[in-house]
């Protein structure tokens, strides 16, 4: 299995060149319709990678795909970069981390958001809000719900959580009588 850091060397490069190149948008949008083509039609990825389909076939079925679906020359040299060097396969790890380092330049981070029950749009505002003020940077929540909390929330903005369950209240109250 191929690196993380290999591939995260892959993601920040063509982050670089996009801003370099003032393309961002135009690229992380390649990327999605890429990342589209490629859940619909996962054969794709493993006719790319196969060893037993020539590189010549494999080029112009790229090159096929691209006239059907047109990238910015950045997007369209990344991917030929990652057919030659057998990284295709990895498309949707690369693409993942390439977003990240987006989010990273332009000082947003997410938020993975569990509640008991779904959340309103303003009461996910609000919290982003918060979150926003908390950590200096504009957050994406994505909200996850779980029963099991009873009541109350938990975020986890990178290695951080913050834990206002109900649930984790109750264990907290439990284990303060257990030791009185």
């Known amino acids: 299995m191929i690196s993380s850091a290999i591939l995260g ?19 992380t949008g390649d990327l999605a319709t890429y990342g589209e083509i490629f859940r619909a039609v996962p ?3 493993e006719v790319f990678h196969s060893p037993a389909v020539p590189r010549d076939t494999k080029d112009k079925l790229l090159e096929e795909l691209m006239a059907l679906y047109p990238v910015s020359s950045v997007t369209s040299n ?6 030659q060097h057998n990284r295709i396969r990895f ?11 987006v989010n990273e330049s332009k000082g947003i981070v997410s938020a993975q958001v569990t509640a008991a029950e779904p959340l309103s749009e303003k009461e996910l505002k609000e919290l982003a ?16 719900t779980d029963s099991s909390l009873l009541g109350g929330i938990v975020v986890q903005v990178g290695s951080t959580i913050f834990d206002g369950s109900i649930r ?6 439990k284990r303060h009588l257990a030791e009185a």
């Open 9 to 27: 060397r892959y993601a920040r490069s063509l982050a670089e060149v996009a801003f370099e190149e003032n393309i961002e948008p135009k690229v």
């Open 43 to 45: 054969d794709l990825l």
């Open 78 to 83: 990344f991917l030929r970069i990652l057919l």
């Open 168 to 173: 984790t209240q109750l264990a907290e109250i």
């Open 91 to 101: 498309f949707e790890q690369i693409r993942d981390s390439y977003l990240k380092s």
């Open 129 to 144: 809000g918060r979150l926003g003020g908390i950590t200096g940077k504009i957050v994406n929540v994505e909200l996850r």
